[in-house]
């Protein structure tokens, strides 16, 4: 069982929706059977999708349930997902929690402790320094209260990257510490357009060199290092640039 506070299609979330998904997929494809419980949300939007009925998402059965208006969306807070949780994780094998800072952690946790469901935490970076940094003292309380507990319960944290590994390490939980990267689904490249269209849209030549960032123009994705270690290439190489595409969030980006 897969508790997760939003899945595809909203990828206005960014990259975790299309790597959780990809994750899911794969388990399916070989031979697991995967269950998703998940809210409709979709940025401030909600999704088109039934609610609170099982809809086949590539294979993966998933379960959307609607997020209840709340002072901070970001919570995620919904009554029927809760309810889910303990219906559901009753009879699962496994639990996989993406919900680190959110509401649909806590009956998860709670409903796999209750049934001996083992459960993974996958904090998706969400433990990291720059992460811990924001709204820090919120998150030291809400450490305190709920988070650390929670997690301590899991069976394994996974890490996507020995650098997430080593900045969560520092928080001293208990459960192992696990590396397994991001997967890619590479069904979505096999067919590709044609090379060209981009390079005459921005006036280069086929000489030219093109770096591409893509990505949500967030300050948690440092912009700011690629554009400084760019401008380095950019001043050994005559005829580098450098293309940055992505939803931007009204800052500024230098």
Known sequence: IGVIPYYKPAYSFGGPVS?????????????????????????????DVPVGTRVDVNGVDVHYFRRVKAPQASFFYSPELGRACRSFLADADCGYFCSTWTYPMLPAARAARNNRVPYIVCPRGSFMRWSMRQKRLKKILYMSLLERRLTNRAAAIQCTSELERQQTAQLGLRPPLVIVPNGLSMERFA????????????????????????????????????????????????????????????????
């Not at 794969?26 to 809210?39: D, H, I, S």
């Open 191 to 254: 067919r590709l357009p044609a090379r060209g269209p981009l390079r005459n849209q921005l006036r280069l030549s086929s000489s030219d060199l093109l770096s591409v960032f893509v990505g949500r123009l967030h300050p948690m994705k440092r912009v700011d290092l690629t554009i400084a270690a760019f401008a380095k290439v950019a001043t050994a190489l005559s005829g580098a640039h450098l293309a940055i595409a992505g939803p931007d969030y009204g800052e500024e980006i230098r």
């Open 19 to 47: 790597s959780n998904a990809d994750l899911l997929e794969g388990l399916v494809r070989l031979g697991v059977r995967v269950t998703v419980l998940t809210t409709n949300a979709d940025g401030r939007e909600s999704l």
